[in-house]
């Protein structure tokens, strides 16, 4: 295994349009000449498909999968059937440092589309990305391939992520053995915590310079009333951004906000693990409410199953999608870093 390995090429889609490009991704495969590989492979997709009613748990599921199959054929060059205890533990020496031709500085999508129509793997792909943090991108530090270093959390992702296609494995029939679950003393692989944890709760001063900065950009630009009652939602009902961004499993619209019979406003969402849940809504958020509609010209408050998406685009009828909240989100705190730091503020603003 000294050897560097061949460069991977993607093996899955996106969930929508994963069937459409097996026929390329077998020929791939075959060429490899790993028994059972193409096997291997329809069973992981099927896997994958159990997994479209959430997004972000197929990309999560979609990545872990591709290096993990990558890494057993081309690294060690045989099958899922094959793979032991050892080389469970082999595998997580090489993702938390995998060969630079295995990396990219940069996320791109894995099959794009030829001028002819057909999809094809795009060549700048890798399955592993290499990271700066947000605060390493404020002083100018850009991502090297030589920092990467896996974390806690996505050890723990590892484990529960392939001990779920295993055990699915299993359940097909495919496999014997789960060898996630023959590997003794898992703790073993993540490492002590012994820097002080970022703290992932606003203090009542962070958030009162983020609805500050949110209130003087809607005072400023008419358009950014929605960004003021977008950071007012978070603030207020405590919220995911999944469970206020659009897609086609879950949209966010006005009329998730609904009356019970006492008068009472709650929000209805799809939370984690696709459970319908109640949110009470606060006298405060209500009047952000009101006056966010009135910026958009419609009626003080929703009726019920109103389906006009909770945050429209600009242009288009549809909502904004969690890309574009986190990028809503960043632009006001990045402003509202700036106002703390004028106060003097350095400990809340680099907080």
Not at 29 to 58: Q, R, V
Not at 94 to 111: C, D, L
Not at 168 to 180: G, M, R, T, V
Not at 296 to 309: D, G, I, S
Request: proline share 6%; with cysteine; hydrophobic share 35%.
């Amino acid at each position: 295994m000294s050897q560097i390995p061949p460069r991977p090429r993607p093996l899955f889609d996106t969930l929508e349009k994963i069937s459409e490009s097996q026929a390329l991704v077998f020929q791939y495969i075959e060429s490899l000449g790993i028994p059972d590989a193409k096997k291997e492979c329809e069973l992981c997709i099927e896997f994958l498909k159990s997994y479209a009613n959430s997004k972000d748990t197929f990309t999560a599921y979609r990545r872990e999968t591709d290096r993990l199959l990558h890494w057993t054929w081309l690294v060690c060059k045989k099958s899922l059937k094959q793979m032991t205890r050892n080389d469970v533990r082999d595998y997580l020496q090489f993702v938390n440092q995998p060969p630079k031709s295995w990396m990219t500085t940069k996320i791109v999508y894995r099959i794009i589309d030829e001028a002819d129509g057909l999809r094809k793997p795009n060549p700048e792909w890798r399955p592993f990305v290499a990271k700066a943090s947000k605060i390493a991108r404020r002083h100018g530090k850009e991502p090297n391939k030589s920092d990467y270093q896996l974390s806690n959390k996505s050890i723990q992702a590892i484990f529960a992520i392939l001990s779920s296609m295993f055990t699915f494995l299993q359940q097909e029939e495919y496999l014997d053995i789960n060898p996630i679950s023959l590997v003794r003393q898992k703790k073993g692989y993540i490492q002590r915590q012994q820097t002080r944890l970022v703290t992932r709760k606003l203090s009542k001063v962070q958030w009162m310079y983020v609805i500050t900065t949110a209130e003087e950009m809607a005072k400023a630009e008419p358009q950014h009333e929605r960004t003021l009652f977008l950071m007012s939602t978070f603030y207020l009902l405590g919220l995911r951004i999944s469970e206020l961004a659009y897609s086609p499993e879950r949209m966010a619209t006005m009329g998730s906000f609904s009356p019970d019979k006492r008068g009472l406003w709650w929000y209805t969402t799809l939370g984690k693990g696709n459970k319908i849940r109640d949110v009470a809504v606060p006298d405060e958020l209500l009047a952000a409410l009101k006056r966010y509609r009135e910026s958009l010209n419609l009626p003080p408050l929703p009726h019920r199953e109103e389906a006009t998406p909770l945050f429209p685009k600009l242009k288009g009828k549809q909502g904004l999608g969690a890309r574009q909240i986190r990028n809503i989100v960043q632009s006001v705190f990045d402003q509202a870093i700036l106002k703390l730091q004028s106060a003097g503020k350095i400990d809340e603003a680099e907080d």
